[in-house]
């Protein structure tokens, strides 16, 4: 399983940014995959998941209304739209899929991309 993200960068607050993270090694239609994203001296935190066709999709309230998760299953991509962004958003954001793996549940993780909103 590889996941590699892309697009992050240093961007106003207000200012927008999408994020994209190619997978391979698996059958990508198949999983959900989720955003998350590491703040300076915390751990972890989901940001949002969308289903494995992409009929579903969750957000944490904190970015609810502003971001947007998306994929296209042929291009095995998920997307990862942030719009109106704050200070608060800065953070490094991974892409992540969990699988069964012989009854153990396994993440998997991109190497992060750094997402920094600053004036």
């Known amino acids: 399983v590889q996941l590699v993200e892309s697009g992050g960068g240093l961007v106003q607050p207000g200012g927008s940014l999408r994020l994209s993270c190619a997978a391979s090694?698996?059958?990508?239609?198949?999983?959900?995959m989720s955003w998350y994203r590491q703040l300076p001296g915390k751990g972890r935190e989901l940001v949002a998941r969308?289903?494995?066709?992409?009929?579903?999709?969750n957000y944490a309230d904190s970015v609810k209304d502003r971001f947007t998760i998306s994929r296209d299953n042929a291009k095995n991509t998920v997307y990862l739209q942030m719009n109106s962004l704050k200070p608060e958003d800065t953070a490094v954001y991974y892409c992540n899929t969990r699988h069964l793996v012989i009854g153990n549940i396994i993440d998997y993780w991109g190497q992060g991309t750094q997402v920094t909103v600053s004036s």
């Open positions: 090694g698996f059958t990508f239609s198949m999983y959900a």
């Open positions: 969308i289903s494995s066709a992409g009929g579903s999709t």
